[in-house]
């Protein structure tokens, strides 16, 4: 029980209230809604009442709007949900509701005129007779007339002019009747706990608008066709700041090649998920040229950097943190080689068939958007069976362990790469040395397959225009042998123009390769690093048509560059839809 020397009425002093009231602000600092309102009922239960109820509109409760004050004038008494419950009896027996349950509040009542008229309500002496309002509220009487409550005060919570819910205090027993200066001290109390309900709704809305969006921008499903099985598990941080820029992606190349990116965006909140979504678009846009790891990460730099001017001009982007990190590799089944290079990122971990861990030394290269900087590419080989990890910095560094430490304990972890993926994505997780991740974390694990010498053919042939004709007669006897008749007479096209093209343009000795998996792809490669262009040839020119009637007869079409040359490709589908 509160005892008479420790109530505000006793007191009666004004500058106590103020005090009393800034102490116990101290305590009202989560941004948790729910969490919140039960550490407001558990303040007032210890300094002002014998037993308090918080009660919070069911949209606060979610992190929405409250329609409170809109629904008690329009004669609608919303639903709430009882977001704190305390009292000086165990258990507290005299709530009618427990924490999280829906709570009915009855009209009339003080509890509805509360809500209309959005001022408190002191009723020193609670009433209890026929004609009270508690005579058309027979369950609450009840407990009112049980544990001895007489004295009763209600004060609205209300933040930026929306009622985002009631505190109800009550004294029972020996306990002295409220007064003024005790509802003073409430409101003083109610009003500090709802600016922090205000700013834990706002936050609350404002990490699942951009969890949302995070989730809509990443990959729904990834797809690694014939080159690679993958798995993957993104986890947002469970701290004040909310979700973060992280995000993975599989981007199906030519020549049955696969990219496979993770990136992290610097910050958090929607400007960092916003960002993502825009560094996302880039690397497909670039990915779908074709470009070798270190000069897509030249790019995307470039595009980071110019996005970082165009938010300069935009206040709430332009305090935002920028930069971001990104790993880019490419795997082709065919040869089972990888390229790939980052921008600041962690190295991946590489699995092998055995069990054996490793991290390959991968130049680091500087973050994208924070200055000039240069990538630098490594190639390596994959073994069949082996499990190669991309992941963020989440993942393997927390506040008590150093991202050397958690990438070691990542590979340990791992270190099984016959298990299915899935379950391996889950064991790295249920790992982590603490529960609440202190940034987001994200994991991508890839299995690389390989193209079994039965699916493609590769020919190295003179840079003759004689060999047009022989490249002809390779990929229709080719494609005979796998079952390919119905698409010869376009391949051969395709091949007879592709060919020509490098013996006239190109420079050194041709590579024609023929690979079959989901589509045909005939790729033609030579030393030369022109790039051709498809262009619309004049009805007088004699020339100039090759690539638009390639264009016209692949699904697809494409140039790539390496170190040695230029590939151009084209794909067939090898089921075409009807027409």
């Known amino acids: 029980m509160i005892s008479t020397t420790d109530t505000v009425g006793e007191q009666g002093s004004c500058a106590d209230v103020a005090c009393r009231a800034a102490a116990l602000r101290e305590a009202l600092s989560t941004l948790e809604v729910m969490r919140t309102g039960q550490e407001l009922a558990d303040l007032a239960v210890a300094r002002i009442a014998d037993y308090v109820t918080v009660d919070l509109a069911e949209a606060v409760a979610e992190g929405g709007d409250s329609l409170a004050r809109l629904g008690a004038a329009n004669g609608r008494v919303p639903a709430f949900r009882r977001a704190g419950v305390a009292s000086v009896h165990d258990g507290a027996p005299e709530s009618l509701w427990s924490r999280g349950e829906t709570v009915s509040v009855p009209a009339p009542s003080p509890f509805a005129e509360v809500l209309?008229?959005?001022?408190?309500?002191?009723?020193?002496v609670l009433s209890t007779a026929r004609d009270a309002w508690l005579d058309e509220d027979q369950e609450r009487l009840e407990k009112v007339r049980r544990y001895g409550m007489h004295s009763l005060m209600i004060v609205p919570i209300h933040a930026r002019g929306a009622v985002l819910g009631v505190a109800v205090f009550v004294r029972m027993g020996d306990s002295v009747p409220f007064e003024t200066d005790d509802l003073r001290l409430a409101e003083e109390l109610v009003a500090r706990a709802a600016?922090?309900?205000d700013n834990a709704r706002r936050y609350v809305r404002e990490r699942t608008a951009a969890l949302a969006l995070q989730r809509n921008l990443l990959s729904g499903r990834l797809v690694g066709g014939a080159a690679v099985e993958v798995a993957s598990r993104y986890v947002p941080a469970d701290t004040e700041h909310g979700v973060g820029g992280d995000w993975f992606d599989v981007i199906p190349l030519s020549g049955a090649r696969v990219a496979l990116v993770v990136g992290d965006v610097v910050g958090h909140g929607i400007n960092a998920a916003a960002t993502m979504g825009r560094l996302?678009?880039?690397?497909?846009?670039?990915?779908?040229?074709?470009?070798?790891p270190d000069e897509l990460l030249s790019h995307l730099d470039d595009t980071i950097s110019r996005l970082g001017v165009?938010?300069?001009?935009?206040?709430?982007?332009?305090?935002?943190?920028?930069?971001?990190?990104?790993?880019?590799?490419?795997?082709?089944?065919?040869?089972?080689?990888?390229?790939?290079?980052?921008?600041?990122?962690?190295p991946p971990v590489i699995i092998s068939p055995q069990g054996g861990v490793s991290v390959p030394d991968l130049p680091a290269g500087l973050p994208l958007g924070v200055g000039p900087a240069s990538f630098e590419s490594v190639e390596m080989d994959l073994p069949e069976g082996c499990v190669i990890a991309f992941y963020t910095d989440g993942l393997v560094e927390t506040r008590d362990q150093d991202i050397d430490a958690g990438i070691r304990r990542l590979g340990t972890v791992l270190a099984r790469p016959d298990r299915p993926l899935d379950e391996l994505c889950t064991a790295a997780f249920d790992t982590l040395p603490c529960r609440a991740l202190d940034d987001d974390a994200t994991l991508l694990l890839a299995r690389p397959r390989s193209l079994p010498p039965s699916q493609f053919a590769t020919w190295d042939l003179p840079s003759d225009p004689v060999v047009v004709a022989h490249a002809r007669a390779l990929a229709t006897a080719q494609l005979t042998g796998w079952g390919l008749e119905g698409l010869v007479a376009t391949t051969e096209l395709i091949v007879s123009e592709l060919v020509t093209n490098a013996v006239r343009h190109g420079a050194g000795p041709l590579t024609l390769r023929l690979i079959r998996h989901q589509v045909l792809?005939?790729?033609?490669?030579d030393t030369s690093d022109s790039v051709p262009r498809l262009r619309h040839a004049r009805p007088t020119d004699e020339?100039?048509?090759?690539?638009?009637?390639?264009?016209?007869?692949?699904?697809r079409r494409g140039t790539r560059n390496s170190s040695a040359g230029k590939t151009v490709w084209a794909e067939?589908?090898?089921?075409?839809?009807?027409?």
């Open 543 to 555: 020339g100039g048509r090759g690539l638009f009637l390639v264009a016209q007869l692949a699904s």
């Open 280 to 292: 996302r678009a880039a690397v497909h846009t670039l990915a779908n040229l074709d470009l070798c």
């Open 310 to 346: 165009e938010d300069s001009d935009i206040p709430e982007r332009a305090a935002a943190e920028s930069g971001a990190t990104c790993l880019y590799a490419v795997y082709d089944p065919a040869t089972r080689r990888c390229t790939m290079a980052r921008a600041g990122h962690p």
């Open 572 to 579: 067939q589908e090898i089921n075409p839809p009807p027409s």
């Open 195 to 197: 600016l922090s309900l």
């Open 116 to 124: 209309v008229s959005g001022a408190s309500h002191l009723e020193p």
């Open 521 to 525: 792809v005939i790729e033609v490669t």
